[in-house]
């Protein structure tokens, strides 16, 4: 995303649009999951005047809406949770039109909003601060967080929120802007900035400046790094235009495989809509597109990645989930069986090429021999 600060509502490109369909597909999704909790949040950091000049909905108003749909369907166990909407902006003129627009919607009752004016870090940092000292905890919560430029996204609030059992970030992580930051000859005026996006200094040792081309993927396995000790699932996929120019990485980060099972369904929905393209982005390989039909090329990486003992499924489970566009291993552990790569130690009898995860004790992918 470009580094500036609009002030007046702008066009959103067609990666914007398509970011906002998997906001959207995702919290259907999750509120539906979510509402048998007697209380939810949804958390916009940077929240926007509620609009673009071509769409009449941002994010905090797709939320509202979303969440509206869910309450109004289904079996309405979501009309019994207080849903909380925390919508974050720093320009005066947009949070105040996004609070006008708000207001005009016909909400349940049991959606509590509050519009804030001020930065993210004061506002969102202020708050779980607050509760820190009261020995409150955060109920669970969606935190979309998309910041314009490199900064303004200090890690100690992102890891905040996810310390708490339940609690979901998509965050906007500008690689390329982040990488420029190392590079920038006076290095001194952007260190106090690359310490807060990191939480620490750890970027001195982990990014190159000597390799610009190379640091949005030091950037971004770095920050993968960072988020991984403190929940285990993380998926980060480039956001591409058609010409094949990295925009942006979104990054997702939850507790629960199911979280991240389901946005992955979200993205690869609005992936074939041919907007835009996903890639992988990863330290020391190429720029992959994300394929959702092709499974060898996976299945060499999961080999090259896990192979050599034996593992439990949920090994393999865990590494589709975190390292390839796919939501389960199977179809990449079909291709290493099919090529009589690996040994299933199983309690029951299966058919070959299916992988039941209540018949596997162990799988053994042999090592790949140079």
Same mark, same amino acid.
């Given at each position: ?43 916009? #950091? ?16 797709? %939320? ?19 849903? &909380? ?39 969102? &940092? #202020? ?25 303004? *996204? ?24 982040? #990488? ?40 971004? %396995? ?16 480039? /956001? ?19 979280? *991240? ?5 979200? /993205? ?5 809509? &041919? ?11 190429? /720029? ?53 790569? *690996? ?28």
């Amino acid at each position: 995303m470009p580094s500036f600060q609009p002030t007046e509502a702008w066009e959103a490109s067609p990666h914007t649009l398509a970011k906002l369909e998997i906001i959207s597909r995702y919290l259907f999704l999750w509120f539906t999951i979510r509402s048998g909790n007697p209380k939810l949040n949804y958390i916009d #950091g940077f929240a926007g005047p509620g609009h673009y000049t071509n769409t009449p909905k941002g994010s905090p108003i797709i %939320a509202l809406d979303v969440a509206k749909q869910v309450a109004t369907s289904g079996d309405g166990k979501l009309q019994k949770t207080e849903i &909380g909407f925390l919508f974050v902006e720093k320009n005066p003129e947009f949070a105040a039109n996004l609070k006008e627009t708000v207001a005009a919607m016909s909400l349940p009752p049991n959606f509590k909003w509050e519009v804030q004016q001020g930065s993210f870090e004061e506002k969102v &940092g #202020g708050l779980l601060e607050m509760f820190k000292r009261q020995g409150k905890h955060l109920a669970p919560t969606f935190a979309f967080i998309d910041p314009f430029g490199a900064t303004g *996204l200090p890690f100690t609030v992102v890891a905040e929120i996810l310390k708490r059992q339940g609690c979901e970030v998509l965050l906007n992580l500008d690689s390329d802007g982040i #990488g420029r930051l190392v590079t920038a000859q006076n290095i001194e005026k952007n260190q106090s900035h690359l310490d807060s996006l990191f939480g620490d200094s750890s970027w001195r040792d982990e990014l190159n400046p000597k390799a610009p081309t190379k640091l949005p993927s030091q950037v971004l %396995a770095l920050y993968k790094k960072k988020l991984k000790t403190i929940v285990p699932y993380v998926f980060a996929f480039a /956001m591409n235009s058609r010409g094949g120019q990295l925009n942006y990485h979104l990054v997702f980060a939850t507790h629960h495989p199911l979280g *991240l099972e389901k946005m992955k369904d979200a /993205m690869k929905a609005v992936d074939q809509t &041919g907007a835009y393209s996903f890639s992988d982005d990863t330290v020391g390989q190429e /720029m992959l597109r994300f394929d959702f039909n092709e499974h060898e090329i996976w299945a060499e990486r999961m080999q090259r990645a896990l192979a050599g003992k034996w593992r439990p499924y949920a090994d393999f489970r865990d590494y589709a989930l975190n390292e390839t566009p796919f939501t389960n291993p199977k179809a990449m552990l079909k291709e290493l069986e099919d090529k009589n790569l *690996l040994e299933l130690k199983c309690s029951a009898n299966r058919r070959k090429g299916s992988f039941p995860e209540d018949k596997i004790e162990r799988i053994l992918i042999e090592e790949i021999l140079l």
